[in-house]
């Protein structure tokens, strides 16, 4: 059973810092990995997603990572803003017809 | 495109009712999917489907129920509504495999239910 945990549960940083969020996964058999990000009171917005054959995506100042054989994940904010401030969550595709699950977050806060 | 649209987007339900949350996607997408999303507890699957009359449970499948006679809508039921239900509730879609890689999880903006 694939199980997607995520470290740290909260961050706060200030306004500038680089930063990285950290996902892990059970089963390293994945399909593909994602990356969404959460706003309160809102839904996901996917940002970025990674095959099980790429080993890095890269949006604007955001970079996600992915290395199977150790089950992780990493999404890179770079010059992190006071607009980046939302929770950030993982999910993890076995195959192409299979359920995603997704890990807890981490709620980012980035303080001006 | 509208995407993935939720209805209704507040609902409050007495205890032992019924109702169906409608979820209608247009991007003709094979993957549907419920979430519950409970404070500490992250997003929960509660059914999916991978096509037309294809449907199967996720991790909370208890107390709910889904059937998928069209590819864009992927109505949820709640057969007798308990307090326990009380969540957020998101659909999501995705593109199956004869779409090709770009298989992104395109989510709704979500269903507050309150069940008293």
């Known amino acids: 059973k694939q199980e997607v945990t995520q470290i740290p549960a909260a961050l706060s940083v200030p306004e500038g810092e680089n930063l990285v969020l950290n996902c892990s996964f059970t089963d390293s058999a994945i399909y593909n990995l994602q990356w969404f990000r959460q706003d309160p009171g809102k839904g996901l917005t996917s940002l970025l997603l990674i095959q099980s054959s790429q080993r890095e995506q890269t949006s604007g100042r955001l970079n996600a990572s992915l290395d199977k054989s150790s089950g992780r994940s990493t999404l890179y904010i770079a010059a992190s803003q006071p607009g980046d401030s939302a929770t950030y969550l993982c999910?993890?595709?076995?195959?192409?017809?299979?359920?995603?699950?997704f890990g807890p977050g981490t709620s980012l806060s980035v303080i001006p | 495109n509208a995407g993935v649209t939720q209805t209704p987007k507040f609902q409050v339900l007495k205890t032992g009712q019924s109702m169906t949350l409608q979820c209608a996607q247009d991007m003709n997408h094979e993957y549907m999917s419920w979430y519950r999303q409970d404070p500490g507890m992250g997003l929960r699957l509660i059914h999916y489907s991978v096509g037309a009359g294809i449907t199967d449970q996720g991790e909370v499948p208890n107390g709910y129920n889904v059937s998928r006679s069209t590819t864009e809508d992927f109505p949820l039921r709640l057969l007798s509504a308990a307090p326990s239900q009380t969540s957020v509730y998101f659909c999501?879609?995705?593109?199956?495999?004869?779409?090709?890689?770009?298989?992104?999880?395109?989510f709704g903006s979500g269903t507050q239910l309150s069940v008293l």
């Open positions: 999910a993890a595709l076995k195959t192409s017809y299979d359920k995603v699950i």
């Open positions: 999501a879609s995705r593109a199956g495999t004869r779409r090709g890689a770009n298989e992104k999880l395109f």
